[in-house]
């Protein structure tokens, strides 16, 4: 146990490091975008010395590295700044859709993880069936299109065609959790149609790999059901390379939902951070990034973990 | 041991006219060609021939369980009056574990990794509903203590990767056990072992098997170890039986040109000579100490090996064999101590060594297989040391990779633009000897060459050695844990345990008493042809309280 708890100190020591350099790169891109804020801000009306004069006020006339540290300072205080487009705290503007976005990765993961590995080991089992073979082409197939195309095709039938779900996910603070569900139904669809490939694959791949080993057939001999020896014997051994797909596809849900969120108008980070680039609302994009960085980190670092609870030479040494 | 006479149980198991294929290239081939095979209730049947002679294929058809690839196309199996064949898969299942249980030869893959050794016992007794989880339990500890296991109230509980290979197997024998089953399979369970180690599972399982009177079938490719475990004897080459007799009959008097063959297999032996000390020596190795990080497996270790010269080195796995062989070849630089050849002091680090200092030592490795590049020719494979170390091309090249495929008795022509993939183990082998020959090397360090060889191709091997010993003048250090190919070859043995070496002298004198207590052990240990050997053995050894065999098996 104290072993475990080493590693797990150390990963997370690793991932504060790195998110540190994910700030520093941050910084650095930001510091990179051609226009100046002020002159964006004022827009015809500027002048010389309205123009500096907001520069000061904002700190922009300082050096770089002296802004860094400053934002850094207050990052770590929870202060994230204010928006430069509006003038609101940014903590309170993000905290709504962070909400709503991790809702959204959320609802796609309760779909697409059980739907992926439940496919997965079917297919493992069924290998080279017809029920393999079509369950490869439709995961492939959805995983090649774009992901707007998937939604658009989605909102065709579903919203136009039949009218079971609406096109348009609004939702707010206040909107009950059943007409939550109701409204993401279809961008949450999406994600998952965007995710299961993955998943579906790598769960396939490793039963299969499993199921080759002598312990299996070890199994088998010992008249072990099948289903015995998915649940008992594969899955425990299969976990380590599972997880860590599913993590990296969870992030994915919440990191990559950019486009997802602006083709359903759905109030989520990704639609903020596509908003806040327009308006070059810097402070805002900053924020948004280091959250996606930390959760991706973090995933990460969860899938870590998971896999060495899941391995017992780690887990239980000589 | 009884002999097939006393068991008159009844018949157990009948399997007629058994015939199973294998798919290879998208084609079914047949592998087993129509065997009978027979047991009586409590017999114990040996199945013998090398690999590929189709003996686990057959040990799992008795449970009618066909590995993916291969299916079970012709014959009757009948087990206790109940045909498998027209039994529902089902059916089947619930006999397998229950009724009839399979012993692998790799334990440490046939135990799941993810569940403790106690958890995998019980499994089968509970899912089948034999008996319930604490009855299992508390059996579980009953047969590890009759099976001599260490602690056997606790060691259940410990995850498979937390016990030794000896330890696991025995595990493995108790598991197979949890049923009380009427026939177990074993398949080859102590091919993986230590010859120390192997005795004491081998006495175990032969032990265990009789408290509880269990039929078995004993699938083994060494007959000395058949001889002590088996009532009856079959011997198999391509899928089909060449003999079949009870042990006493079979071990004294076979009758086909094959069997007699696979019993002289070790009958070859050189002529041992005793070299002249006086000399400098070529390869000499000056109080070494080696260690991997903060463990040291080599501890203060000397000897020499003289020109023409044999020097077999032998010990249990983790006794630092090999690590001498890297010390020498300078892929683990010495602690402490040096290499020297002909006088010359070598630097530990092999890339700190010149072209000709490296060309003097050649290896040759334990799995051909692993040891050359798949996607390479014959050609390449024997080309590429002659360019680098003798800058050979072009004409020059290639008549020296014929010569070279002549010495190691390869038609030059035939073999020389094939793939590693079409050519047997044995063959694969000679092309590592003959990659090793082409630097023209004065010393080869052949590390476990034979042991993944049918007997009889391993004598092949060693026959070429030697020839080419004899006709070059080379010294060989001859690294293995099997001492009958230790009487075959060398002239002079180190005993290694624990990395240091405990004997060293000429071979006969080191096959003579008196002997270290370990090397007594370990000489001890050799299975013997005589049927009698292993009772024998451990009635003397009950008596005289040897010492344990130290990898604590």
Same mark, same amino acid.
């Given at each position: 146990?104290?072993?475990?708890?080493?590693?797990?100190?150390?990963?997370?020591?690793?991932?504060?490091?790195?998110?540190?350099?994910? =700030?520093?790169?941050? !910084?650095?891109?930001?510091?990179?975008?051609? #226009?100046?804020?002020?002159? %964006?801000?004022?827009?015809?009306?500027?002048?010389?010395?309205?123009?500096?004069?907001?520069?000061?006020?904002?700190?922009?006339?300082?050096?770089?590295?002296?802004?860094? *540290?400053?934002?850094?300072?207050?990052?770590?205080?929870?202060?994230?700044?204010?928006?430069?487009?509006?003038?609101?705290? +940014?903590?309170?503007?993000?905290?709504?859709?962070?909400?709503?976005?991790?809702?959204?990765? /959320?609802?796609?993961?309760?779909?697409?993880?059980?739907?992926?590995? $439940?496919?997965?080991?079917?297919?493992?089992?069924?290998?080279?069936?017809?029920?393999?073979?079509?369950?490869?082409?439709?995961?492939? &197939?959805?995983?090649?299109?774009?992901?707007?195309?998937?939604?658009?095709?989605?909102?065709? *039938?579903?919203?136009?065609?039949?009218?079971?779900?609406?096109?348009?996910?609004? /939702?707010?603070?206040?909107?009950?959790?059943?007409?939550?569900?109701?409204?993401? *139904?279809?961008?949450?669809?999406?994600?998952?149609?965007?995710?299961?490939?993955?998943?579906?694959?790598?769960?396939?791949? &490793?039963?299969?790999?499993?199921?080759?080993?002598?312990?299996?057939?070890?199994?088998?001999?010992?008249?072990?059901?099948?289903?015995?020896? +998915?649940?008992?014997?594969?899955?425990?051994? !299969?976990?380590?390379? +599972?997880?860590?797909? /599913?993590?990296?596809?969870?992030?994915?849900?919440?990191?990559?939902?950019?486009?997802?969120?602006?083709?359903?108008?759905?109030?989520?980070?990704?639609?903020?951070?596509?908003?806040?680039?327009?308006?070059?609302?810097?402070?805002?994009?900053?924020?948004?990034?280091?959250?996606?960085?930390?959760?991706?980190?973090?995933?990460?670092?969860?899938?870590?973990?998971?896999?060495?609870?899941?391995?017992?030479?780690?887990?239980?040494?000589? | 041991?009884?002999?097939?006479?006393?068991?008159?149980? #009844?018949?157990?198991?009948?399997?007629? #006219?058994?015939?199973?294929?294998?798919?290879?290239?998208?084609?079914?081939?047949?592998?087993?060609?129509?065997?009978?095979?027979?047991?009586?209730?409590?017999?114990?049947?040996?199945?013998?021939? %090398?690999?590929?002679?189709?003996?686990?294929?057959?040990?799992?058809?008795?449970?009618?369980?066909?590995?993916?690839?291969?299916?079970?196309?012709?014959?009757?199996?009948?087990?206790?009056?109940?045909?498998?064949?027209?039994?529902?898969?089902?059916?089947?299942?619930?006999?397998?574990?229950?009724?009839?249980?399979?012993?692998?030869?790799?334990?440490?893959?046939?135990?799941?990794?993810?569940?403790?050794? +106690?958890?995998?016992?019980?499994?089968?007794?509970?899912?089948?509903?034999?008996?319930?989880?604490?009855?299992?339990?508390?059996?579980?500890?009953?047969?590890?203590?009759?099976?001599?296991?260490?602690?056997?109230?606790?060691?259940?509980?410990?995850?498979?990767?937390?016990?030794?290979?000896?330890?696991?197997?025995?595990?493995?024998?108790?598991?197979?056990?949890?049923?009380?089953?009427?026939?177990?399979?074993?398949?080859?369970?102590?091919?993986?072992?230590?010859?120390?180690?192997?005795?004491?599972?081998?006495?175990?399982?032969?032990?265990?098997?009789?408290?509880?009177?269990?039929?078995?079938?004993?699938?083994?490719?060494?007959?000395?170890?058949?001889?002590?475990? !088996?009532?009856?004897?079959?011997?198999?080459?391509?899928?089909?039986?060449?003999?079949?007799?009870?042990?006493?009959?079979?071990?004294?008097?076979?009758? %086909?040109?094959?069997?007699?063959?696979?019993?002289?297999?070790r009958t070859f032996k050189k002529q041992s000579e005793i070299y002249d000390t006086s000399t400098t020596p070529l390869v000499a190795v000056d109080?070494?100490?080696?260690?991997?990080?903060?463990?040291?497996?080599?501890?203060?270790i000397s000897f020499d090996i003289y020109e023409g010269q044999t020097v077999a080195v032998v010990g249990?796995?983790?006794?630092?064999k090999?690590?001498a062989?890297?010390?020498i070849?300078?892929?683990?630089?010495?602690?402490?101590?040096?290499?020297l050849v002909k006088g010359? $002091?070598?630097?530990?680090?092999?890339?700190?060594? =010149?072209?000709?200092?490296?060309?003097?030592?050649?290896?040759?490795?334990?799995? $051909?297989?692993?040891?050359?590049?798949?996607?390479?020719?014959?050609?390449?494979?024997?080309?590429?040391?002659?360019?680098?170390?003798?800058?050979?091309?072009?004409?020059?090249?290639?008549?020296?990779?014929?010569?070279?495929?002549?010495?190691?008795?390869?038609?030059?022509?035939?073999?020389?633009?094939? *793939?590693?993939?079409?050519?047997?183990?044995?063959?694969?082998?000679?092309?590592?000897?003959?990659?090793?020959?082409?630097?023209?090397p004065e010393f080869i360090i052949c590390?476990?060459?034979?042991?993944?060889?049918?007997?009889?191709?391993?004598?092949?091997?060693l026959r070429?050695l030697d020839r080419l010993q004899r006709e070059l003048g080379l010294s060989y250090m001859f690294i293995t844990?099997d001492l009958a190919t230790v009487r075959a070859i060398a002239d002079e043995v180190i005993v290694m345990?624990?990395?240091?070496i405990v004997e060293h002298g000429p071979k006969d004198e080191m096959f003579t008493p008196p002997h270290h207590?370990?090397t007594d052990?370990l000489l001890? =240990?050799?299975?013997?042809?005589?049927?009698?050997?292993?009772?024998?053995? @451990?009635?003397?050894?009950?008596? %005289?309280?040897? @010492?344990? &065999?130290?990898?604590?098996?």
């Amino acid at each position: 146990m104290f072993k475990l708890l080493k590693i797990v100190l150390q990963r997370l020591g690793l991932g504060v490091l790195v998110l540190f350099i994910i =700030s520093v790169i941050i !910084a650095g891109a930001v510091e990179l975008l051609p #226009g100046d804020l002020c002159q %964006e801000l004022q827009g015809q009306s500027a002048t010389k010395e309205t123009v500096a004069a907001c520069r000061k006020e904002l700190g922009l006339d300082k050096p770089v590295y002296h802004r860094y *540290f400053v934002w850094l300072g207050n990052m770590l205080k929870g202060d994230f700044g204010v928006s430069l487009a509006n003038g609101r705290q +940014i903590s309170e503007l993000i905290g709504d859709r962070t909400a709503n976005t991790f809702f959204l990765a /959320i609802y796609a993961a309760i779909i697409s993880v059980p739907l992926a590995v $439940a496919l997965g080991i079917l297919a493992a089992l069924h290998r080279n069936s017809i029920y393999d073979r079509v369950v490869n082409i439709v995961t492939l &197939s959805s995983i090649s299109f774009p992901e707007f195309f998937v939604a658009y095709i989605l909102i065709i *039938f579903f919203s136009v065609n039949l009218g079971w779900f609406p096109s348009l996910s609004n /939702i707010t603070p206040d909107t009950p959790l059943t007409e939550k569900m109701y409204k993401a *139904f279809l961008p949450a669809l999406t994600l998952t149609l965007v995710v299961v490939a993955h998943m579906m694959r790598m769960t396939r791949a &490793s039963i299969i790999n499993l199921l080759a080993s002598p312990y299996i057939e070890m199994a088998n001999l010992k008249g072990m059901t099948r289903r015995h020896i +998915i649940t008992k014997h594969a899955l425990p051994n !299969a976990w380590a390379p +599972i997880v860590n797909v /599913i993590v990296i596809n969870l992030a994915y849900l919440i990191v990559g939902v950019v486009v997802v969120e602006v083709v359903f108008v759905y109030p989520g980070l990704g639609q903020l951070i596509v908003d806040s680039v327009a308006k070059r609302d810097i402070p805002v994009v900053q924020a948004c990034c280091v959250i996606f960085a930390a959760t991706y980190i973090i995933l990460n670092l969860t899938a870590d973990i998971l896999s060495i609870i899941t391995n017992p030479r780690l887990l239980h040494p000589r | 041991m009884t002999s097939s006479a006393e068991n008159d149980g #009844g018949l157990l198991l009948e399997m007629r #006219g058994l015939r199973i294929e294998g798919q290879a290239d998208e084609e079914w081939q047949e592998i087993v060609k129509g065997v009978d095979v027979v047991l009586n209730r409590g017999e114990v049947l040996g199945l013998i021939g %090398e690999s590929g002679a189709g003996k686990s294929t057959i040990g799992l058809a008795a449970m009618a369980f066909a590995r993916p690839g291969c299916r079970i196309s012709g014959g009757s199996i009948v087990f206790d009056g109940m045909d498998l064949m027209a039994m529902s898969e089902r059916e089947r299942r619930k006999l397998r574990g229950v009724r009839i249980s399979y012993v692998a030869q790799s334990a440490a893959a046939s135990f799941n990794p993810a569940h403790k050794l +106690i958890d995998q016992f019980a499994e089968g007794p509970v899912e089948h509903g034999v008996r319930n989880r604490a009855e299992a339990e508390a059996d579980a500890k009953d047969l590890y203590k009759r099976l001599l296991l260490p602690d056997p109230d606790n060691i259940g509980y410990r995850y498979p990767h937390q016990v030794s290979g000896g330890q696991l197997q025995r595990a493995m024998t108790a598991m197979a056990m949890a049923c009380r089953p009427d026939l177990i399979i074993f398949d080859e369970p102590t091919t993986a072992l230590d010859v120390t180690t192997q005795i004491e599972v081998l006495a175990t399982i032969r032990n265990i098997v009789e408290q509880f009177n269990t039929a078995a079938i004993y699938i083994t490719h060494d007959l000395a170890v058949v001889a002590q475990m !088996a009532d009856r004897i079959m011997v198999l080459r391509y899928g089909e039986l060449v003999e079949e007799n009870d042990t006493a009959n079979m071990m004294s008097a076979p009758q %086909e040109d094959y069997t007699k063959t696979l019993w002289a297999v070790r009958t070859f032996k050189k002529q041992s000579e005793i070299y002249d000390t006086s000399t400098t020596p070529l390869v000499a190795v000056d109080h070494v100490t080696a260690a991997y990080g903060p463990l040291t497996v080599l501890h203060d270790i000397s000897f020499d090996i003289y020109e023409g010269q044999t020097v077999a080195v032998v010990g249990e796995s983790g006794s630092g064999k090999s690590t001498a062989a890297r010390v020498i070849t300078g892929l683990l630089p010495p602690k402490q101590g040096q290499v020297l050849v002909k006088g010359e $002091a070598l630097p530990g680090d092999y890339r700190r060594r =010149s072209k000709e200092q490296l060309r003097h030592a050649q290896m040759i490795y334990q799995m $051909a297989d692993t040891a050359i590049n798949p996607k390479q020719r014959i050609r390449e494979i024997i080309g590429r040391p002659l360019q680098f170390y003798l800058g050979l091309s072009g004409r020059d090249l290639e008549e020296k990779i014929k010569e070279l495929l002549e010495m190691i008795e390869l038609e030059p022509n035939q073999f020389i633009d094939r *793939f590693p993939g079409e050519l047997s183990g044995g063959q694969k082998q000679r092309i590592c000897i003959a990659r090793a020959m082409a630097a023209e090397p004065e010393f080869i360090i052949c590390d476990e060459v034979t042991s993944a060889l049918d007997q009889i191709v391993a004598e092949g091997i060693l026959r070429l050695l030697d020839r080419l010993q004899r006709e070059l003048g080379l010294s060989y250090m001859f690294i293995t844990h099997d001492l009958a190919t230790v009487r075959a070859i060398a002239d002079e043995v180190i005993v290694m345990l624990q990395g240091k070496i405990v004997e060293h002298g000429p071979k006969d004198e080191m096959f003579t008493p008196p002997h270290h207590e370990y090397t007594d052990l370990l000489l001890s =240990s050799v299975p013997e042809m005589d049927p009698n050997w292993l009772d024998e053995l @451990m009635e003397r050894r009950a008596q %005289e309280g040897v @010492m344990q &065999s130290t990898s604590s098996s």
